[in-house]
C-alpha cells in the first residue's frame, strides 16, 4: 500500500474503478470475511460494506474501512473510507462542539464586557480553549499512527480478495 494513502489525512480514502460488477464485489467480500474470520470480519450487505478487526485484535484506536460499491458508466465505482469506530468518532465530534461553543460563549460575553468597558478577563480562556482544541487534534492524529498497522492489514485484505491495486483519490 503506498504510504501517502494514510498521510495527511484524517480519514483517508480512495475511489477507484473497477471490471467487477457490484455483485461480484459483493460476493467476493461475503465469503472472504466469513472464510477469513482470523483477521478480518464485517458486514457485507448489497452496494456496501463495513471491515473491522476480530474483537480480539482490536483497541481504541482500531479502524475499520467502509466502502460502497455501486454501478457507473458500463464499470463498478468502489470507494472507500477508513476511519475510527463510530464511538470513537462520535467522542471527538462531541469533544470539538463543545470545545467549540464554549469558545463562541466566552468570546461573546468577554467582548460585551470589554465594548461596556468591563473587565474582560474572561477572554483569557480563549487561547486556553484553542489549546485544548489543538491537543484534540494531536491526540486523534497518534491514534491514527497507533491504528495505521490495522488499516494496512484491512487495505491488503480488501485488494487481495477483489484481486484489485487500490491507490488515493
Given at each position: 500500500?503506498?504510504?501517502?494513502?494514510?498521510?495527511?489525512?484524517?480519514?483517508?480514502?480512495?475511489?477507484?474503478?473497477?471490471?467487477?460488477?457490484?455483485?461480484?464485489?459483493?460476493?467476493?467480500?461475503?465469503?472472504?470475511?466469513?472464510?477469513?474470520?482470523e483477521?478480518?470480519?464485517?458486514?457485507?450487505?448489497?452496494?456496501?460494506?463495513?471491515?473491522?478487526?476480530?474483537?480480539?485484535?482490536?483497541?481504541?484506536?482500531?479502524?475499520?474501512?467502509?466502502?460502497?460499491?455501486?454501478?457507473?458508466?458500463?464499470?463498478?465505482?468502489?470507494?472507500?473510507?477508513?476511519?475510527?469506530?463510530?464511538?470513537?468518532?462520535?467522542?471527538?465530534?462531541?469533544?470539538?462542539?463543545?470545545v467549540?461553543?464554549?469558545?463562541?460563549?466566552?468570546?461573546?460575553?468577554?467582548?460585551?464586557?470589554?465594548?461596556?468597558?468591563?473587565?474582560?478577563?474572561?477572554?483569557?480562556?480563549?487561547?486556553?480553549?484553542?489549546?485544548?482544541f489543538?491537543?484534540?487534534?494531536?491526540?486523534?492524529?497518534?491514534?491514527?499512527?497507533?491504528?495505521?498497522?490495522?488499516?494496512?492489514?484491512?487495505?491488503?485484505?480488501?485488494?487481495?480478495?477483489?484481486?484489485?491495486?487500490?491507490?488515493?483519490?
Amino acid at each position: 500500500m503506498e504510504d501517502s494513502l494514510l498521510h495527511h489525512q484524517i480519514r483517508p480514502r480512495f475511489r477507484i474503478e473497477t471490471s467487477l460488477t457490484p455483485a461480484e464485489i459483493e460476493t467476493k467480500l461475503s465469503k472472504s470475511v466469513s472464510e477469513d474470520q482470523e483477521s478480518v470480519g464485517g458486514k457485507v450487505i448489497p452496494g456496501h460494506a463495513t471491515l473491522t478487526l476480530p474483537e480480539r485484535d482490536q483497541h481504541y484506536w482500531s479502524p475499520q474501512l467502509t466502502l460502497s460499491f455501486e454501478e457507473a458508466e458500463g464499470q463498478c465505482l468502489l470507494r472507500g473510507m477508513y476511519s475510527p469506530r463510530p464511538v470513537v468518532w462520535t467522542m471527538f465530534v462531541l469533544f470539538y462542539s463543545v470545545v467549540a461553543f464554549a469558545s463562541l460563549v466566552i468570546s461573546i460575553v468577554g467582548y460585551s464586557k470589554w465594548s461596556l468597558g468591563q473587565s474582560a478577563g474572561i477572554l483569557w480562556l480563549v487561547p486556553v480553549l484553542m489549546v485544548i482544541f489543538l491537543s484534540l487534534y494531536l491526540v486523534s492524529y497518534t491514534g491514527q499512527k497507533v491504528g495505521r498497522k490495522q488499516m494496512i492489514t484491512l487495505h491488503n485484505f480488501v485488494e487481495e480478495t477483489l484481486g484489485i491495486n487500490i491507490r488515493e483519490e
